[in-house]
């Protein structure tokens, strides 16, 4: 999720040299500026994730995929995948130079509006870049945009983030964003799957989070994830794993203004810690954790 405190990294800096946006941070896709090189990396990845996504991601996020039918082998042209997202749910994608204030980001989401970073990551970040890139905020956020409860728990979560930014909660609606919309697993007939941007654009942790003995995986629950750190450096300690996108949606719908003071009350947990009242998946057996910042 965006922030205000981010740090704009040089290679966001680099890549946009020369470039201008609006006030809302957005600006015309510069396709001219994508190189060789980046088509290439923008194939090798897709090709890699399509590749081992069946059986791990969940079906809306395949259909998804196919349905908007994302290039393949060459970084997409926003334009064209917007005829085809504005037609079944009524959202689009807008370019953005990287990470963007939260305000814009939620008034964003409000308005259906998706902000894509449209740089890609060089062919040394195969593996690994802490700035969401176009590969991560297009493979891995758009094509859920066309299910339409996702699609509208995300509208719904942009017109709650300019609310709890006001009243000084954003924290706590972050930690949800978070173990949702990037680190979210569902649960399905056909066993555990992957629906989070994060997982589904990480060849790693894409087998890390379902075949790892090491972290916990814990069915959702609204107040317990606002009180549970994340990790920003590595795979996460936790999973939360909702029951389908309609339990998502219903369990957030509410206001969240007395939720926001009950959470308070209960105090903060670290990302690993599991609660008496957990319903448990898989308890984790902590390997590899390390010293890891929980934020």
Known sequence: METNTYTVPDITVRKNQGLTHAADFTLPQPLARYSTEDHQTWATLYRRQSEMLPGRACDEFLQGLAALDVDADRVPDFNRLNEKLQAATGWRIVAVPGLIPDDVFFEHLANRRFPVTWWLREPHQLDYLQEPDVFHDLFGHVPLLINPVFADYLQAYGKGGMKAKN???????????????????INTPQGMRIYGAGIVSSKSESV?????????????????????????????KTYFVIDSFQQLFDATAPDFTPLYHA???????????????DRIFHVGNRVGWGDSTDV
Do not use: K
Not at 210 to 231: A, E
Not at 263 to 277: K, N, R, S, T
């Open 208 to 236: 890390y989070c379902l075949d790892s003995d090491s972290p916990n995986r814990v069915g959702f629950d609204l107040q317990r994830i606002m009180r549970t750190r994340y990790r920003i450096d590595t795979f996460q």
């Open 263 to 277: 959470v308070e009350q209960q105090g903060v947990l670290g990302a690993g810690e599991i609660e008496p009242h």
């Open 167 to 185: 009243l000084g909660y954003l924290p706590l609606l972050a930690r949800l964003y978070w173990y949702t919309v990037e680190f979210g697993l």
